[in-house]
């Protein structure tokens, strides 16, 4: 199969995705309806992707999908023909009487630009139509009930990444806190229902801060940004066992600052 452009940036985005992720192809078999045979496919460009795979890889990572999926639209109008130009058959012998006039090369350039425009068109409106229309690009889909397979529940979870073990989907976490630290640092206390789990999802670290959750029970977490592909990144600290926020204390600890501490 040749990879056009399209399917080879779509490709291209879903591999960086699951890289930055940590998730392995196993993982992703273990946590989805599609094994690992085809996610290699998928993920190399190797076959056309369904559009599931698409959502529960952006839900298992927590990836906004609106872009993606709009990517996989125009993908898809290329596997499936939609962006072809339509040949149109030769007619056969006439009588010349009943014979057309003569069309000028000027009227067979516009009749394929118009076929390609029309084919354009189809798959702008089939994007919008996907994607409800929405300014934000966010989709629809994102809120659709997907299956979920986390790979750990409650104290099994304690120390694992959200991610790898797939509790930080799209449509699993609850956002039971959100603080605005120095320098725009962001810092957001999260709770997987399904895994009985809290933890913090920070923005904007720089190199060298340091963030750690601490819950009452005596259990800590932390992260700490490392080098420059860390920054402006979402960094997650490990996960704690709990259903509730209840007396959590997150702190921002910025080199040559003193400790930002906050409460639940």
């Known amino acids: 199969m040749t990879v056009s452009v399209v399917s080879g940036q779509l490709a291209e985005r879903l591999r960086e995705i699951r890289e930055r992720s940590g998730l392995s192809l196993a993982a992703l078999a273990a946590r989805t309806p599609y094994s690992k045979s085809s996610w290699e496919r998928y993920l190399n460009g190797k076959k056309p992707v369904p559009r599931q795979a698409v959502e529960a890889l952006c839900a298992l990572t927590g990836t906004p999908a609106g ?33 057309p006039a ?30 409800g229309g929405r300014p934000d690009g966010r989709s629809r889909a994102t809120t659709e009930p997907l299956v979920r397979n986390p790979g750990c529940r409650a104290v099994s979870c304690e120390g694992r990444s959200p991610v790898a073990m797939g509790c930080g989907g799209a449509g699993m976490i609850t956002t039971l806190a959100t603080h605005t630290a120095s320098g725009g640092r962001r810092l957001e206390l999260r709770h997987a229902r399904l895994c009985h789990t809290v933890w913090v999802r920070t923005t904007g670290l720089l190199p060298g801060d340091r963030v750690e959750l601490s819950l009452p029970t005596g259990h800590t977490q932390q992260v700490t940004a490392e080098g420059g592909r860390d920054t402006g990144q979402y960094l997650a600290t490990p996960m704690a066992a709990g259903d509730s926020g209840a007396g959590a204390r997150i702190c921002l600890e910025v080199p040559g600052s003193r400790p930002e501490c906050f409460t639940g």
């Open 102 to 131: 003569p069309v000028s090369r000027a009227g067979v350039r516009w009749r394929v630009v118009a076929g390609a425009v029309a084919g354009v068109a189809v798959v702008c409106l089939a994007v919008v139509a996907f994607l």
């Open 67 to 99: 872009r993606l999926l709009a990517l996989w639209e125009l993908a898809d109008a290329e596997w499936s023909g939609r962006a072809r130009p339509v040949p149109v058959p030769e007619e056969p012998d006439r009588p010349a009487a009943e014979r």
